[in-house]
C-alpha cells in the first residue's frame, strides 16, 4: 500500500508564503515524476508545478517566479514553496507522485495525496 500524506496547507494574507509537503510512505521503490495540481471552487483540476526524476521543472504561467517545487528523495517527499501568494492562489492543492511500488512492478503508476486547502485572503 502506498499513502501520501500532504501537509502545510493554511490561510494566510496576500503576499505571505506557504510551503507545502507531500511525502509517501508504505510500498515505495522508486518515484519518477513529483507533480503538484490545485482545483479552485467551480474550476477544473490544473497543474501547478512539474518535476521529473532527471530535476526537470515546469511551472504554469501564472505561478512560475513565485512557486518552487523541489523533492528529498531520501524522505519520498516533494515540496512545493508558495511566495508572494495571491488570493488567485486559493485551491485546493494535491500532490501526484509516478511510483513503482515493488521491484517487480512493471510500469509507474500514478498516486494522488487527499489535498490541503490554501486560502488566500486579500
Known amino acids: 500500500q502506498v499513502r501520501l500524506v500532504e501537509s502545510g496547507g493554511g490561510l494566510v494574507q496576500a503576499g505571505g508564503s506557504l510551503r507545502l509537503s507531500c511525502a509517501a510512505s508504505?510500498?515505495?521503490?522508486?518515484?519518477?515524476?513529483m507533480n503538484w495540481f490545485r482545483q479552485a471552487p467551480g474550476k477544473q483540476r490544473e497543474l501547478v508545478a512539474a518535476?521529473?526524476?532527471?530535476?526537470?521543472?515546469n511551472y504554469a504561467d501564472s505561478v512560475k517566479g513565485r512557486f518552487t517545487i523541489s523533492r528529498d528523495n531520501a524522505k519520498n517527499t516533494v515540496y512545493l514553496q508558495m511566495n508572494s501568494l495571491k488570493p488567485d492562489d486559493t485551491a485546493v492543492y494535491y500532490c501526484n507522485l509516478w511510483l513503482l511500488a515493488t521491484s517487480t512492478d512493471h510500469s509507474y503508476r500514478s498516486y494522488w495525496g487527499q489535498g490541503t486547502r490554501v486560502t488566500v485572503s486579500a
Open positions: 508504505g510500498s515505495v521503490f522508486s518515484i519518477d515524476a
Open positions: 518535476l521529473g526524476s532527471g530535476a526537470t521543472t
